[in-house]
Every structure is written in C-alpha cells, then in structure tokens.
C-alpha cells in the first residue's frame, strides 16, 4: 500500500512540474516576433541588451560583472516572472549577427551594457534605463527603476515628431529633442537639419551629434554651417567647426558611388580650408605656404584614390599626373622635416634627458651619435621608400588607364624616380611594363628580368606573382623584332 502511495505523490509531482515548466515565462527569441507580441498581449516590449562574452568571461574568472549577474538572475524561475509579469522580454545580445537585430542595435545607445529599452505596444520608445547591480533585490529595483523612468517620461510626453512635421514645434523644444534624440529613438539627421532650416544659430552644444552622423553636401546643416554669414559671436570656434566638417562630408563622399556629391565635397573642403587658415599679418607666409603644401597634397591623393575606385579613367590621369608631380616637388623639400621629426621623437633624445652627471651625458650622447646615424639611415630608407610606393601605384594606374604616349611618359618619370628610391620587384615591373607600351622592348626585356630575379630572392612575394612577371617577360620576349609601334 505504502508503495501504491509513492507511486500516486512521484505522479502528481512530476505532473506538477511539468505544469509549472510549461508555466515558465519564456522569453521572445526573434526581434520582429517580440513586437508582435507586445502588440498582440497589450504589453510593453522590454529590450535587455547583454555582452554575451563579459558572461563568459565572468563565468570562467569568477568574476561578477553586471552582465553576469543580471543573466544569473534571470535564469531564476522566479525572478523571470517579475520582469514577464508586466512586459513582453527580448534579451538582446549585442554582437548577434542576425540582419533585423543588428539594423536595430545601430539605433541604440552604444554604451556599456547591461542596459534596458522599453517600447510600448505601438512601437513607441518609452524609456532607457542603464543598470548599475547592486546585488541586493536588484529585479525589484530594476523594474521599479524602469517603471519610474516610464512615468517620468509620460508625464511631460508629448509627439514631438507630429509637433516636427506639422511646424507646431518651437526652437526651444526642437534644441532639447535633438539634445534627447537617443532617449525618444528620434532620427537625429532628420531633426538636425529640420533645426537648421529653421535658421536657428547653431552652437558647438550640436557638435556632438554633427560628428556621428553619415552627413553630406545636401544636408541642411552642412549647408548651414558653411554658409553661415559672417558676423557671428563665435566667429573662430565657427571657422574650426567648418573645417572638421568639411572633413568628415569628404570622407563620407569618399564612400559614395556618386562623383558629383565627392567632387561637391572636395570643392566645400577646399573652400572651408581657405576659410580656416585666412592669416593674419603677424603670421608668417612660409606656415601658410606649408599648410597650404600639405592640403594639397592630401586633396590630390584623395582625388586619386577615389577616382581609382570609380575606374574614371580620365580623371585618374590628371590627377595622378597632378598628384605625382606633386610627389616630386615635396620629396627634397619635406626630407629634412620628416628626419627632424623623427629624431625628436626617437628614444635616444629622451635617454639623454636622464642624465644629470656631465661626464655621463657626454657619454651617452657620443654612443648615442652612433646610434642617431644609423636612426637617421633607416629613417631615410622609410621615407624612401612611402614615396616610392606613392609613385608606383600612381605609375601602374596611369599605365592601365591608357595607351597615350605623353601620359605613359609621365608615368615613366614617375616610374623611374619610384626606382632611384626603392628598387623592389613590382616598381621594377611597373618600369619595364612602361617600356614596353612605349615601344622600347628591349629595355623593358632587361627591368623585367631584374623584377623577376629580385621577386624570387624577395620573401614577400607569392609564388603566383613570380608566375606573373614571368609570363609578362615571355610576352615581352615573344614581341616582334621590329621595334615595338610607339602609342599616339
């Protein structure tokens, strides 16, 4: 009988936890499921972003970081039912590769985690909350946190987006959505440029907000920046501004298919960096000159490089042949400048700073003189050998991009001087190819045989660009007799 009774408790509690686990609040596994879901049950959606490895990492130092515990208390049957009573749960882990969770995530606040969003049924961002554990009745705590942050928030809730579009907005209320963005989940570009369209001064207080966003020339508060008249009570700070925005439209533009925003782009650079660097008389014009020297430079290397992935043929030519040129011209002038810099940031110079005893400084800057020649020897070889490779890349370039007898000369200048710099295998390659579109085979035959026998003593080359010039060096050999017709 005793065993019959056993038998029927062992029954009904295994009934009773199969009841109760099919009772466990779950939570919602898929983004677009969850705010289905909220909206189906009339439930707020409440988003806890996680560090899956800070878990792990807790997990297997014993460590307690706050991921770790809050992951640890929702795992607790119990404690879930106090976050599920109330709302609809998503943990949502923070590098998930999942396409809808990653668009998402780009919108949020990118901070230490944990941290919770909470989103009404209708979609509507109702409250952020970062979550500092305390360890004691921390669910309690947080959801009362949460349900305060969602009454706060409530209180003085208006559509500020409906206000946005309809004009019932004021600058007031627009400066502090745009200070909240994050908080309402409000497009931040959409209400800056609403803002700017509105002609209010922009302050340095929206800088902030300016350098995160993927800004271009068409955007009104780029417009508004940039053209903002003169007379201004920050007139200097305004200047700076411009210039760093003007930077960041180009590099955006660098990323765009589209040539006419990057040559839009490049042109409001230019005009804010001539803005930027007006001088005064007590300034000298060798500084402007050298900033105006390196600007250049930068704006034709970007030019270069963005046309070379558009494949404009026409343009890579002339600003290669610009860029180029402009290569030759700074090599002497900016040597010395480069080795001074260098040499007063090189380690010997603050080892001397050490010594107070004379005889021991004497010492030390005598074996350091030795030193400071072969530093000065290797830092001669790197300078050498990033302008070499500006030059052969601009060489190559030129050569793909046509058959032209003066723009293949002009890149044999190029290509030359490449090789005065840095003999390695791939300039050698790009001189002998030179060569050979201009009709002197028999010397391209020669610098490609050196490209060949220095790529198979050089440890960095692979065996199939080895394969490569020596096909190239067959073809070359393969050519007729009769000097090869020289392009027009």
Same mark, same amino acid.
């Given at each position: 009988?005793?065993?019959?009774?056993?038998?029927?408790?062992?029954?009904?509690?295994?009934?009773?936890?199969?009841?109760?686990?099919?009772?466990?609040?779950?939570?919602?596994?898929?983004?677009?499921?969850?705010?289905?879901?909220?909206?189906?049950?009339?439930?707020?959606?409440?988003?806890?972003?996680?560090?899956?490895?800070?878990?792990?990492?807790?997990?297997?130092?014993?460590?307690?970081?706050?991921?770790?515990?809050?992951?640890?208390?929702?795992?607790?049957?119990?404690?879930?039912?106090?976050?599920?009573?109330?709302?609809?749960?998503?943990?949502?882990?923070?590098?998930?590769?999942?396409?809808?969770?990653?668009?998402?995530?780009?919108?949020?606040?990118?901070?230490?985690?944990?941290?919770?969003?909470?989103?009404?049924?209708?979609?509507?961002?109702?409250?952020?909350?970062?979550?500092?554990?305390?360890?004691?009745?921390?669910?309690?705590?947080?959801?009362?946190?949460?349900?305060?942050?969602?009454?706060?928030?409530?209180?003085?809730?208006?559509?500020?987006?409906? *206000? @946005?579009?309809?004009?019932?907005? #004021?600058? /007031? %209320?627009? +400066?502090?959505?745009?200070?909240?963005? =994050?908080?309402?989940?409000?497009?931040?570009? *959409? @209400?800056?440029?609403?803002?700017? #369209?509105? /002609? %209010?001064? +922009?302050?340095?207080?929206?800088?902030? =907000?300016?350098?995160?966003?993927?800004?271009?020339?068409?955007?009104?508060?780029?417009? #508004?920046?940039?053209?903002?008249?003169?007379?201004?009570?920050?007139?200097?700070?305004?200047?700076?501004?411009?210039?760093?925005?003007?930077?960041?439209?180009?590099?955006?533009?660098?990323?765009?298919?589209?040539?006419?925003?990057?040559?839009?782009?490049?042109?409001?650079?230019?005009?804010?960096?001539?803005?930027?660097?007006?001088?005064?008389?007590?300034?000298?014009?060798?500084?402007?000159?050298?900033?105006?020297?390196?600007?250049?430079?930068?704006?034709?290397?970007?030019?270069?490089?963005?046309?070379?992935?558009?494949?404009?043929?026409?343009?890579?030519?002339?600003?290669?042949?610009?860029?180029?040129?402009?290569?030759?011209?700074?090599?002497?002038?900016?040597?010395?400048?480069?080795?001074?810099?260098?040499?007063?940031?090189?380690?010997?110079?603050?080892?001397?700073?050490?010594?107070?005893?004379?005889?021991?400084?004497?010492?030390?800057?005598?074996?350091?003189?030795?030193?400071?020649?072969?530093?000065?020897?290797?830092?001669?070889?790197?300078?050498?050998?990033?302008?070499?490779?500006?030059?052969?890349?601009?060489?190559?370039?030129?050569?793909?991009?046509?058959?032209?007898?003066?723009?293949?000369?002009?890149?044999?200048?190029?290509?030359?001087?490449?090789?005065?710099?840095?003999?390695?295998?791939?300039?050698?390659?790009?001189?002998?190819?030179?060569?050979?579109?201009?009709?002197?085979?028999?010397?391209?035959?020669?610098?490609?045989?050196?490209?060949?026998?220095?790529?198979?003593?050089?440890?960095?080359?692979?065996?199939?660009?080895?394969?490569?010039?020596?096909?190239?060096?067959?073809?070359?050999?393969?050519?007729?007799?009769?000097?090869?017709?020289?392009?027009?």
């Amino acid at each position: 009988m005793s065993t019959y009774f056993k038998i029927i408790t062992f029954v009904t509690a295994l009934i009773a936890s199969i009841t109760a686990l099919a009772q466990t609040p779950s939570f919602e596994k898929n983004l677009n499921d969850a705010f289905i879901k909220a909206k189906k049950s009339n439930k707020n959606l409440l988003i806890y972003r996680y560090d899956s490895t800070s878990i792990y990492l807790s997990k297997t130092n014993k460590q307690n970081t706050d991921d770790y515990l809050l992951d640890s208390l929702l795992r607790v049957s119990g404690e879930k039912n106090i976050f599920t009573k109330d709302f609809v749960l998503l943990p949502l882990e923070i590098n998930s590769d999942k396409k809808d969770e990653k668009e998402f995530r780009s919108e949020l606040i990118l901070d230490f985690t944990p941290d919770f969003y909470v989103f009404s049924p209708d979609s509507t961002c109702l409250a952020y909350l970062k979550t500092y554990l305390q360890g004691q009745e921390i669910s309690k705590n947080i959801i009362q946190e949460i349900k305060d942050s969602i009454n706060a928030n409530n209180q003085n809730r208006i559509s500020f987006e409906q *206000k @946005l579009y309809t004009n019932t907005v #004021s600058k /007031e %209320e627009l +400066l502090q959505i745009i200070k909240k963005r =994050f908080l309402l989940k409000l497009s931040s570009l *959409k @209400l800056l440029n609403k803002y700017a #369209s509105m /002609e %209010e001064n +922009l302050t340095n207080d929206l800088y902030q =907000f300016i350098e995160v966003e993927y800004i271009t020339t068409k955007d009104r508060i780029v417009q #508004s920046f940039l053209h903002e008249p003169k007379v201004s009570s920050f007139q200097d700070q305004r200047k700076m501004l411009n210039r760093v925005i003007a930077q960041r439209v180009l590099e955006n533009a660098k990323e765009n298919p589209d040539k006419i925003e990057f040559e839009n782009a490049l042109m409001m650079n230019q005009n804010a960096f001539s803005s930027s660097c007006a001088i005064s008389l007590a300034e000298t014009l060798s500084t402007n000159s050298y900033l105006q020297n390196e600007f250049i430079q930068e704006q034709l290397k970007s030019a270069f490089e963005y046309y070379n992935w558009i494949n404009d043929t026409l343009n890579i030519i002339d600003y290669g042949t610009r860029y180029g040129n402009n290569i030759l011209r700074r090599y002497w002038s900016k040597q010395k400048e480069y080795l001074d810099l260098h040499l007063l940031q090189s380690d010997f110079v603050s080892n001397l700073r050490m010594y107070s005893n004379d005889d021991e400084r004497k010492a030390a800057m005598k074996e350091n003189g030795k030193n400071k020649l072969k530093m000065i020897k290797q830092l001669g070889r790197d300078y050498n050998e990033a302008y070499s490779k500006d030059l052969n890349k601009i060489a190559w370039k030129i050569y793909q991009s046509t058959k032209k007898a003066s723009s293949l000369t002009t890149a044999l200048k190029f290509s030359r001087f490449s090789i005065n710099l840095w003999k390695a295998p791939e300039q050698l390659d790009t001189y002998a190819h030179l060569l050979f579109a201009l009709g002197k085979t028999k010397e391209a035959i020669l610098y490609q045989e050196m490209a060949v026998k220095d790529a198979k003593k050089s440890t960095k080359m692979y065996n199939s660009i080895v394969e490569e010039f020596e096909n190239e060096l067959k073809r070359f050999k393969k050519a007729s007799i009769t000097p090869h017709q020289k392009n027009i």
